[in-house]
């Protein structure tokens, strides 16, 4: 992962892999991840026969995770910020974010197996590069909780 971060006069380059950017504290959320599957409850998105999933945990009172997973679409990609370690039956097509501030829901309005290189050339002119952990200390001291 590559974030560039620009906010009160500085501009950061994190990058990381799931395993940096994921404080121990929400390692140990993640762990308790539970989800469950409805294969009754199906809707077609893009072509493909989607069912619906189901994410809880114990720690996410108030949140809640729902969505339409793809088993066609065979991928380890995971795009739910958050619930990158969770390992679906399929590829999520739509799912829904909810907490009691807000709700928000991604559907996938194109999928491809082509790839524009372009799009992953970062303008990196200017930006301190950090670790992830370096990152947290530094957003932490700020009183910005990441």
């Known amino acids: 992962m590559n974030m560039l971060f620009e906010a009160m006069g500085n501009k950061i380059w994190v990058e990381s ?86 709700s928000i829901t991604m559907t996938a309005k194109e999928l491809t197996d082509k790839v524009d290189e372009s799009k992953f050339v970062l303008d990196t002119k200017g930006f301190k590069k950090m670790t992830m952990d370096e990152f947290q200390k530094m957003a932490s001291s700020m009183g910005m909780g990441f």
């Open 17 to 102: 892999t799931l395993d940096q950017a994921q404080t121990q504290q929400q390692k140990e959320i993640a762990m308790k991840n539970s989800v469950t599957y409805d294969k009754n409850d199906t809707k077609e998105i893009l072509g493909y026969k989607c069912y619906k999933m189901t994410v809880t945990n114990p720690e996410m009172q108030g949140m809640t995770l729902t969505g339409y997973v793809a088993p066609d679409v065979l991928t380890k990609a995971n795009i739910i910020q958050g619930f990158q370690s969770v390992e679906f039956e399929g590829f999520p097509l739509e799912y829904t974010m909810k907490n009691e501030q807000f």
